[in-house]
Nanobody, 120 residues
Framework: QLQLVESGGGLVQPGGSLRLSCAASGFTLDYYAIGWFRQAPGKDREAVSCISSSGGSTNYADSVKGRFTISRDNAKKTVYLQMNSLKPEDTAVYYC?????????????WGEGTQVTVSS
C-alpha cells in the first residue's frame, strides 16, 4: 500500500526554521517526483516546491524562493523541505504528494499533512 507521511511541523517564531520530512512506504521512491503543497485556512491549496525523481530538477513558488530548500534521500525513502526565515504567512497545513518522474500540476498520491504555525 503506497503511503506518504509528513512530519516535522510545529510552532515556530517568525524568523525561525523547520525541516519537514515526507516518508514514503509501499513503493520505490526513486521513480517518483515529490511535491510539497500548503493550504492555509480559507485559502486555496498552493504549490510550494517540487523535486524530480532524479533530484536533478527542483522548483519553488516565488513566495518561498531563497528561504525553502527541497531535497531527497532515496535510500531513506524521504524527501525534505528545509524552511528558513519563516514568516507568519507561511502558516498552513503542509502536504507532500507523489507523481511519476517529473514535476507537474497533477499528483497521484497524497499524505495527510503536517501543521506549520509561525507566530510570536
Amino acid at each position: 500500500q503506497l503511503q506518504l507521511v509528513e512530519s516535522g511541523g510545529g510552532l515556530v517564531q517568525p524568523g525561525g526554521s523547520l525541516r519537514l520530512s515526507c516518508a514514503a512506504s509501499g513503493f520505490t521512491l526513486d521513480y517518483y517526483a515529490i511535491g510539497w503543497f500548503r493550504q492555509a485556512p480559507g485559502k486555496d491549496r498552493e504549490a510550494v516546491s517540487c523535486i524530480s525523481s532524479s533530484g536533478g530538477s527542483t522548483n519553488y513558488a516565488d513566495s518561498v524562493k531563497g528561504r525553502f530548500t527541497i531535497s531527497r534521500d532515496n535510500a531513506k525513502k524521504t524527501v525534505y523541505l528545509q524552511m528558513n526565515s519563516l514568516k507568519p504567512e507561511d502558516t498552513a497545513v503542509y502536504y507532500c504528494a507523489a507523481r511519476w518522474a517529473l514535476c507537474a500540476a497533477e499528483y497521484e498520491y497524497w499524505g495527510e499533512g503536517t501543521q506549520v504555525t509561525v507566530s510570536s
